[in-house]
């Protein structure tokens, strides 16, 4: 799987990631996802969701660094 290692759970979802396999967790229990396909689109949303948790960071970052250098709130 292709899918990061740091994002094991998709937010908000019952889908995990544990060990490079994906499976589906509800309150019954978890049963693991067998279909190719939808494995490899849960590794591809969990790869733009990190690429936007990413993009998210680096503008706050940016912002706090803008603020940090600008002490009186004028940009």
């Known amino acids: ?3 990061p290692a740091s994002r094991p759970q998709l937010p908000r ?4 990631l544990r060990d490079g ?3 589906l967790v509800g309150r019954a229990g978890s049963i693991p996802v067998s ?3 939808f494995s490899a689109v849960l590794d591809n949303f969990a790869q733009v969701v990190a ?3 990413q993009a998210v ?3 706050r970052t940016r912002q706090n660094d803008s603020s940090a250098s600008n002490p009186g709130g004028r940009r």
């Open 35 to 37: 279909d190719a396909a």
């Open 51 to 53: 690429a936007a948790d």
């Open 1 to 3: 799987m292709s899918a």
């Open 21 to 23: 396999q994906w499976w």
């Open 57 to 59: 960071a680096d503008l």
């Open 13 to 16: 979802s019952p889908v995990v």
